[in-house]
T-cell receptor
Framework: ETGVTQTPRHLVMGMTNKKSLKCEQHLGHNAMYWYKQSAKKPLELMFVYNFKEQTENNSVPSRFSPECPNSSHLFLHLHTLQPEDSALYLC?????????????FGPGTRLTVT | AQSVAQPEDQVNVAEGNPLTVKCTYSVSGNPYLFWYVQYPNRGLQFLLKYITGDNLVKGSYGFEAEFNKSQTSFHLKKPSALVSDSALYFCAVRSRLAGKSTFGDGTTLTVKP
């Protein structure tokens, strides 16, 4: 877990706010991921970046906007969110996004939309 | 399309007893299979994986899992449960033909003293 850090750990925002979640991995990996984990739903893959290129967008609403400036950093920009977007947002990384490599997860950002 | 089923939302065992957390999968071709554990207010932590070869895979904290191709299962096991094993466990599958992993819904394991 210490190889992948996420900030902030907790975030409360109104529906009209704009905020960003940050993820950094110190493992030298080439792939990074955003997941949404809700209380009543399984782990939902949102975005995948491999070598800074987006390789997966899992039909995520445009109010979530990812950014991957380099292989070590991943952002999730949030704007005009809805209360149902309240969840734990997990960042993960792996050596690359194919083959047999396992993923390493950060501790998550607990987001509450009011 | 690939999928994972964890048929039990909750598994309860007594400390010192063996534990099993079940996982079945559906995927095209041969799979990569993974187990992760999530403690409260933490991210998922990798436990073990099956790539190829020996069907019995050993992982962290004394956990092991057995790959059964005919039953398309990858159950997680531990011979003697500890209270500290209480957590949420996720099984995941990835086809060798596609990059995306699919996670199960998770099984909450509770080990009672």
């Amino acid at each position: 877990e210490t190889g992948v850090t996420q900030t902030p750990r907790h975030l409360v925002m109104g529906m009209t706010n704009k905020k960003s979640l940050k993820c950094e991995q110190h493992l030298g990996h080439n792939a990074m991921y955003w997941y949404k984990q809700s209380a009543k739903k399984p782990l939902e893959l949102m975005f995948v970046y491999n070598f800074k290129e987006q390789t997966e967008n899992n039909s995520v609403p445009s109010r979530f906007s990812p950014e991957c400036p380099n292989s070590s950093h991943l952002f999730l920009h949030l704007h005009t969110l809805q209360p149902e977007d309240s969840a734990l947002y997990l960042c993960a990384s792996s050596q690359d996004w194919e083959n047999s490599y396992e993923q390493y997860f950060g501790p998550g950002t607990r987001l509450t939309v009011t | 399309a690939q999928s994972v089923a964890q048929p039990e939302d909750q598994v309860n065992v007594a400390e010192g007893n063996p534990l099993t957390v079940k996982c079945t999968y559906s995927v095209s071709g041969n799979p990569y299979l993974f187990w992760y554990v999530q403690y409260p207010n933490r991210g998922l932590q990798f436990l073990l994986k099956y790539i190829t070869g020996d069907n019995l895979v050993k992982g962290s904290y004394g956990f092991e899992a057995e790959f059964n191709k005919s039953q398309t299962s990858f159950h997680l096991k531990k011979p003697s449960a500890l209270v500290s094993d209480s957590a949420l466990y996720f099984c995941a599958v990835r086809s060798r033909l596609a990059g995306k992993s699919t996670f199960g819904d998770g099984t909450t394991l509770t080990v009672k003293p």
